[in-house]
């Protein structure tokens, strides 16, 4: 089946820091990758679509200055939260999906996550 | 925006008895998904629908794809411990304009008790 592999697993840093989170498609081309946020005990929130070479499409509510969003290829996208502050501590998910044959879509698959916490 | 209501929010079970969860919406999805989700993980894709009124089964677990294309569930047969977790149902919009943005369902916690 479909892997996505995201790192770091987990991520422990000052306020202050910058920290880049990488979301790979291992073995398909992702035309689409999604990055989520889940806090505790709740579902997952979608934070921003990104397609390959163009920008990301940011959901109401996510400074996109705060969550820079990079997707420069069919198997990488990386989401790096800037001067990261401890509101921002939280697990971050990404998810990939390419394109069947037939024109239809793939649905989404989903790396094992980023536990972000922020001191 | 699309709603999807999940029930139940919780289950607690007997190892070998069947469970059912469902998830309806105010509106229609051309596609269904069953996840589940592990602490400290990314979601599993467990099963995926396609067509209104598919029934799909993967082992254990079977999903339907409500008629209507508002509502679809998903029942885990002879439950055993590892079925524990957190199942979202999710729906992805009508056509590609929206990027196939999913709408989740807040989750149904499994426990299934030996």
């Not at chain 1, 990301?56 to 996109?64: D, I, L, N, S």
């Not at chain 2, 999805?29 to 995926?48: R, S």
């Not at chain 2, 993967?58 to 002879?78: E, H």
Request: glycine fraction near 10%.
């Amino acid at each position: 089946g479909a892997v996505v592999s995201q790192h770091p697993s987990r991520v422990i840093c000052k306020s202050g820091t910058s920290v880049k989170i990488e979301c790979r498609s291992l073995d398909f081309q992702a035309t689409t990758m999604f990055w989520y946020r889940q806090f505790p005990k709740q579902s997952l929130m979608l934070m921003a679509t990104s397609n390959e070479g163009s920008k990301a499409t940011y959901e109401q509510g996510v400074e996109k200055d705060k969550f820079l969003i990079n997707h420069a290829s069919l198997t990488l996208s990386t989401l790096t939260v800037t001067s990261a502050h401890p509101e921002d501590s939280s697990f971050y998910i990404c998810s990939a999906r390419g394109e069947g044959r037939s024109g239809l879509g793939q649905p989404q698959h989903f790396g094992d996550g980023t536990r972000l916490s922020i001191l | 925006g699309q709603q999807l209501n999940q029930s139940p929010q919780s289950m607690f079970i007997q190892e070998g008895e069947d469970v059912s969860m469902n998830c309806t919406s105010s509106s229609i999805f051309n596609t269904w998904l069953w996840y589940k989700q592990d602490p400290g993980e990314g979601p599993v894709l467990l099963i995926a629908l396609y067509k209104a009124g598919e029934l799909t089964s993967n082992g254990r677990l079977t999903a339907q794809f409500g008629i209507t294309r508002k509502d679809s569930f998903l029942n885990i047969s002879a439950s055993i411990p590892s079925d524990v977790g957190i199942y979202f149902c999710a729906g992805q919009y009508p056509g590609g304009g929206s990027n196939y943005k999913l709408t989740f369902g807040k989750g149904t916690l499994l426990t299934v008790n030996p």
